[in-house]
């Protein structure tokens, strides 16, 4: 099974800077099956990004994601208030065939 | 408009069993996968399993077979969770998710069920 890491465990930021999340899975992942969501504090998570780069409905250009084979990044570019959450990258593997996700990281504001 | 709204807070005993669920609505219910993610409280979000309520075709992720039961009713457009014997250890929110076949990202979440179990 592919596990996910994601780093760092914590990020603390002030609004208007950059935050450049990190994902790496333990072997190749395709980029079609690679996936960023945000949950707010006693919110269900929402999409952000799927397949590596898509931004989801509605999701503002300032995020971005990259990356292939087994490194991935989410980046915001200039942080807005309601942007401090907790981000978690999620994979697909078909051998087996599961759905993971990785530890998360928090944004917090500095 | 897409939702998934889920059945209600629960709070039970050690070795009870419990069926919770998830209802769909305002989409094909049966062209798409429904996911059940576990978050503990104050941990991370982890896949516990997933149905393809087509055709009743289901995966459940390493961790979580044989613990629950996952299902689904394509007649009331509503899958479930189910656990046999529940342990305290189960405590956590639920969430129901709906999966999208080709490329298995969730697009849209149901409100989370929270499950309490103790003595």
Partial sequence: ?110 | EVQLVQSGAEVKKPGESLKISCKSSGYSFTTYWIGWVRQKPGKGLECMGIIYPGDSDTRYSPSFQGQVTISADKSISTAYLQWNSLKASDTAMYYCARVVPATKFSDYWGQGTLVTVSS
Avoid at chain 1, 1 to 27: F, K, N, W, Y
Avoid at chain 1, 58 to 72: A, L, N
């Fill in chain 1, 1 to 110: 099974e592919i596990v996910l890491t994601q780093s760092p465990d914590t990020l603390s930021l002030s609004p208007g800077e950059r935050a450049t999340l990190s994902c790496r899975a333990s072997q190749s992942v395709s980029s079609s099956y690679l996936a960023w969501y945000q949950q707010k504090l006693g919110q269900a998570p929402s999409l952000l990004i799927y397949g590596t780069s898509n931004r989801a409905t509605g999701i503002p250009d300032r995020f971005s994601g990259s990356g292939s084979g087994t490194d991935f990044i989410l980046t915001i570019s200039r942080l807005e208030p309601e942007d401090f959450a907790v981000y978690y990258c999620q994979q697909y593997g078909s051998s087996p065939p599961s759905l993971t996700f990785g530890g998360g990281t928090k944004v917090e504001i500095k």
